[in-house]
């Protein structure tokens, strides 16, 4: 989580939940990055907050492509435009929150803008290669309010993803650090929507998430503090900074989770992160 800034404030967001964090120096984050390869991660997610509020951004991509790192980013499009190009060099895949087939139907999810900065995203991301030739994901919380709108929503993307290597997940909402109920939709008919959505378009890549995330993603916060989720609820698992915080056998069974192996063996799809 680079910043936990954002400029919408999305109902479905689970950053509401975690406490608020000071930004550390650059110079720290950059030291994240480095003990997370020494201590073995190969791929990292840049979100937030909105990762794109961050100035560094571009300075933090370019360390973990040094190293080697696999480096994704989650972003709701609000900025992509003006930041693109000191961006996609960087990125091997992008992940964008889309939730509605129109901007009328998105806003019941996030802000007013957001689904004309999303086509906007693909229309760019659709000619951007030499800079950007990586994986195109749009992600959609199915919630009491879209699982009608899937359908349309399905439609839309046959269109914007076109020349694009592109996939669509559909994540299960869960009311991690804060609960709506006016979004709340038992695993049972997420799964049905899903999996219809799914047979509706076999010439999309569409994934289903699993119905829990626990121990599945380890949250850096910007100063550094540590969380994984449970249920619905965040646990701290220390400072990064800190060695003697933190258990360092939590962090092998969070890392268990997230390979391909350790997921499969939990019954999670394979690179179900986000
Ligand atoms: S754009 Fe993302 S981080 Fe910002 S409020 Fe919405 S879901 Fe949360």
Redesign the pocket.
């Known amino acids: 989580m680079v910043t936990r800034e954002?400029?919408?404030?999305?109902g479905?967001?689970?950053?509401?939940g975690l406490p608020p964090a000071q930004s550390v120096p650059v110079a720290q984050k950059l030291e994240m990055i480095d003990i997370v390869h020494a201590d073995g991660v190969r791929k990292v997610i840049f979100?937030?907050?909105?990762p794109l509020l961050e100035a560094a951004l571009p300075e933090l991509l370019r360390h973990a492509k040094s190293k080697g790192l696999e480096t994704w980013l989650?972003?709701?499009c609000?900025h992509m435009r003006e930041r693109q190009a000191e961006i996609l060099p960087h990125i091997d895949r992008i992940s964008i929150?889309l939730d509605g087939s129109t901007a009328r139907r998105n806003r019941k999810a996030?802000?007013k803008g957001?689904f004309e900065r999303v086509l906007d995203t693909l229309a760019m991301l659709r000619t951007a290669e030499p800079e950007f030739a990586g994986v195109v994901q749009v992600l959609t919380v199915v919630t009491r309010k879209n699982k009608r709108d899937l359908k349309r929503i399905g439609k839309l993307l046959r269109e914007q993803k076109q020349g694009l290597r592109f996939r669509w997940k559909l994540n299960f909402y869960l009311p991690i650090g804060r609960f709506n109920r006016r979004y709340q939709l038992e695993y049972r008919k997420f799964r049905q929507w899903a999996d219809r959505t799914e047979a509706r378009f076999p010439d999309i890549k569409v994934y289903v998430s699993p119905p829990v995330h626990d121990r599945a993603y380890l949250f850096i916060m910007p100063d550094g503090a540590m969380y994984t989720t449970e249920g619905a609820k965040y646990v701290c698992l220390g400072n990064i900074f800190e060695r003697s915080s933190y258990e360092v056998e939590a962090l092998h069974e969070i890392e268990v989770n997230m390979t391909k192996k350790g997921r499969l063996k939990r019954g999670l799809p394979e690179d179900g992160l986000g």
Not at 6 to 10: E, H, N, V
Not at 47 to 50: L, V
């Open positions: 954002c400029d919408m404030r999305c479905i967001c689970w950053s509401f979100t937030g907050g909105e989650f972003t709701n609000m929150s996030h802000g957001q």
